[in-house]
C-alpha cells in the first residue's frame, strides 16, 4: 500500500519545464522579406523599431512537418488558433548604432526585446499539437482581431516553428519563416499571418 | 493402518487414510484438528485370500474312467473345448492342459484318432504346458501332441489388432501381453485375449481364425473388485500407493468422494507426513510438511482439503478476499500510472 501511495504521489507531482521561444538568426531572417516599396521593416520606420508582436498557437497535427502539407492542412481542414492562449505585445527594438540594421542584426536585436520585453508567452501549454507563430506588425494590439486576417500593409515579419506537442517538448524552439522566394516577399508573409484564415 | 473419516453436518465426507509410521501419533492429531470434519475409523482393503487350486471333479473321474478302460466315458467325462477355454480365460491354464490332455487320450484310446488330433492342435494352438499326467499316456499320444505342435508352429501367424481403453494390458492365452491399443501376431487357432487394467472388471474375449480386430469394453470395476486390486496393488508395490492411479483406485474402493491418503515417517527426529487428497476419484491436491506431528497433520490436512476446495475456511477466504482487493487496487494503480498524464506546466516564452 505503500508503494501504491508512494506511486501515485510521484505520479502526481507537476514538472515545470519551460520552452524557449527564438526568432531564427541565420541569414536570410524573417526580416530580411520585401514587397515592391523593399524591406517590409521600413514599415516600423527607423531604429528604434517600435512594433507589435502577436504569439500565436495553432493547432497543427505534430506529425506534420513538410510546409506543403502543413499549408494544406490548414487549408482544409484548418489549423485554428487557440485565442485564449494569443499574446500581443508592443516591443521596442533597439539596434546598436554601430551595427548596420541588416535583418540578421535585426532579428538578434528582436530577440533581446523579446526577451527583456515578453519574457513568458504562455504558463500552461495546451495538449496536442501546436505551432507557434510570432507575427511582428505596426497595427496596435487593441485593433488587433483573432477573428480577422492581418491587414497586408501592416505585416513586417511572420514566423512559425514546426507543428510540436509543447507537453513533451523541451528546449529551444526556433521560430523561421520557410520561404520559396530569396528575397522572401510579402505574400509569403501575409500566408503565414493568416495561416488560419 | 486405519482408515479415519470426519463427517460435519455442513461439511462433506472427508475420508482420511493414514499409513507409515508413527501411525498413531498423525491420527490423534486427526482426532484434534480444528477443521469441520469428524473421523471414523475403518480397515484398508485387505488382500483377497488366494483359493487353493482344487482338481476338477471332471479330471478325476476322466483319471478312474481311464484306468478302468472306459474310454467313452472318459471322452464323455472330459467335457468339449467350451470348458477349456472358460478355464483359460479364468487364468486357469494348467487346469486347462490337463483336460485337454484327458480329451485326447480319451480319444485316442477309443480309436478316435481324428478327433485327438484335433484335440491335440488345439492344446498347440493354446500354448499349454505339457502335463505331468503325459507319463501315463501311450507314445501315440505323445507323438500326436508332438506332431501338432511342429505342425502349428510352422504355419504363418495372423496379426490381430486390439483396442480398448489406453493402459490396459491384453493377454493371449496367458502368455504375451501387450499394452492397449497394440497389436499380436498369433498362431492359428481359437485363442482367449484378456484384458486386465486398475479399476476395470477384467473381460475376455475368444479370438478366432477369422478375427483380424477386437475392441474391449471391460465395465468400470465396482468397489469390491477396486478394493481387490487396490489391495494387491499395495502388497505388491507399497511405494505405489500415493500413484494417481492408486489413490483413485483406493476411493473408489473406499466409496470416498473426498479422501485423503496420508503417508507418515520419521526422518531424523521429527515426523514428515506426505498427502494426496482426491475428489470424486481425481487427485486434486498434494502437501508435504515435517515437523511436530500435531502442526504437521493440521497444516497438510488444511492445505489438500483447502487446495482441493473440499473445506473453505473463513481465514483462508478472508485472505483470498484480501488477495483480490490488493490485486485490484494494484491493478488500479498500474493502469493510473500508465495512463494518467503528469500535469505538465510548460512555460513558453522568450
Known sequence: MKAITTLALLAGCAVTERIDLQ???????????????????????????????????????????????????????????????????????????ERSPNDVVIARAVNEALTAQVGTVLETVPPGGSMVRAVFTTAPCESLDPERPFENDDLIACAVSAPVDLRSFEGQLELDLPTLSSPCDIAEVRGCANLEQ | MLLLSRVASAQPTVTVVVTGDPEGEVEAAIAQSDLPIELRVEALPAPQEVAAVETLPELAAAREHYIAAEFEECTAAVGNLDRVLDLVARGESSQAARLLFWRMACAAATGDNGGAGRTAREFAALRLRVPVEIELATPAVERLLGQAIETLSAEPRRRVRFEGPPRAVVSIDGRERCVLPCHLDLPPGTHIARVEGLGLVTETRRVTDDDREVRFAPERAPPDVAAAQWAERYARDPSSAESRESVSLLARALRANNLVFLRAEQLRGELRLRGVASVDEEVVARAEDAGDADDVTEDVLRDLLVEAEVVVLPRKRWKIALAVVGAALLAAAITFAALYERPVDVEVGF
Request: with cysteine; net charge negative.
Open chain 1, 23 to 97: 526568432i531564427v538568426e541565420e541569414a536570410p531572417t524573417v526580416f530580411s522579406c520585401v514587397d515592391r516599396d523593399g524591406p517590409l521593416v521600413n514599415r516600423a520606420g527607423e531604429p528604434p523599431y517600435s512594433v507589435q508582436v502577436v504569439i500565436d498557437f495553432l493547432e497543427l497535427p505534430v506529425r506534420i512537418v513538410q510546409v506543403a502539407d502543413i499549408l494544406r492542412t490548414c487549408r482544409d481542414p484548418g489549423c485554428p488558433v487557440r485565442p485564449e492562449a494569443r499574446l500581443c505585445a508592443s516591443l521596442d527594438v533597439e539596434i546598436p548604432p
